[in-house]
Each structure stands twice: as C-alpha cells, then as structure tokens.
C-alpha cells in the first residue's frame, strides 16, 4: 500500500519561500512518476510540477516556472516542492500524487494521493 504523506506547508508573505516535502512509502518507487497539484477554494485540482522517479525528468506548470523545483531524493524516499517568489495566487492545498510509471499533468491519472498540505500567501 503506498502511502504519500505531505508537510512544509504554512503562511508566508508574498516574495518569501517554502519547502513542501512528500514521504513516500509501501513501495519501491523507482519508475514512478510524483507530481505536485494544488487545489485552490472553489477551483478544480491542478498541475504544478511533476519528476519522473528514476531518471529526474521535471516538468512544471508555466505558472511556476522559474520559481518552484521539483526534486526528489532517493535515499529518503522523499519528493519536495521548493516554492520561492510565493505570490497570493500560489495559495491553495497542495498534494503529492504518484503513479506507477511516466508522468501526467492530469490528475485523472495518478492513482496515489497525499493528505494535502495548506499553503497561505498574505500579500
């Protein structure tokens, strides 16, 4: 049973940084694909970034594009998000996702899900 397990969310002003972190486990995750999505009050589930396990491929939305990385450490087990340049509109839920092989930019797609963790932006 793989289990996905977010942390690192919380407020910040708007200009400032966070790390969001996701502790994978139940499973060897070695052609998985991780994503990021976020979820935003009264707005559907989207993509932010996503890496693929084994080889490091990243991809990313071009709304973060040059101020969020996707990266992930074998050793851990773990994926992290590290959000810099946050503005308001970063503000949501964020949720890792994992699915068995390749990446998607559809939610439809992963078959694991985290808890969510909140991220606040104050301007």
């Known amino acids: 049973q793989v289990q996905l397990v977010e942390s690192g969310g919380g407020l910040v002003q708007a200009g400032g940084s966070l790390r969001l972190s996701c502790a994978a486990s139940?499973?060897?995750?070695?052609?998985?694909?991780m994503g990021w999505f976020r979820q935003a009050l009264g707005k559907e589930r989207e993509f932010v970034a996503a890496?693929?396990?084994?080889?490091?491929?990243?991809y990313y939305a071009d709304s973060v594009k040059g101020r969020f990385t996707i990266f992930r450490d074998s050793a851990k087990n773990t994926v992290y998000l590290q959000m810099n340049s946050l503005k308001p509109e970063d503000a949501a839920v964020y949720y890792c996702?994992?699915?068995?092989?390749?990446?998607?930019?559809?939610?439809?797609?992963?078959?694991?899900w985290g808890q969510g963790t909140q991220v606040t932006v104050s301007s």
């Open positions: 996702a994992a699915r068995p092989s390749g990446v998607s930019q559809l939610p439809g797609f992963y078959d694991y």
């Open positions: 890496v693929s396990w084994s080889a490091g491929f990243t």
């Open positions: 139940g499973r060897t995750f070695r052609n998985y694909g």
